[in-house]
């Protein structure tokens, strides 16, 4: 099973990349654990989820082929 997972605003620049591919992940819970072993710099910072463009705020289960967005917290303006 393959997730991809955009990564925006300052998040991309802990990461040092845009976009990543995961395989065998099953829900949000294992992917932020696998990310934060990869970048732990995460653990630094706010992000909000989106799974395949809504946002989670609870662990949610992944299909083959989700697209996850990391998002630093929105400003208004």
Do not use: C
Request: net charge negative; charged share 15%; no cysteine.
């Amino acid at each position: 099973m393959k997730t991809t997972v955009h990564f925006y605003g300052q998040l991309t620049d802990i990461t040092q990349t845009p976009v990543l591919e995961l395989e065998g992940i099953a829900d949000t819970d294992r992917m932020i654990k696998s990310l934060l072993e990869k970048f732990p710099g995460l653990s630094q910072v706010k992000f909000s989820i989106a799974v395949n463009n809504s946002l989670v705020q609870n662990n949610t289960p992944l299909k083959p082929d989700t697209i996850i967005a990391l998002m630093p917290p929105f400003s208004g303006g």
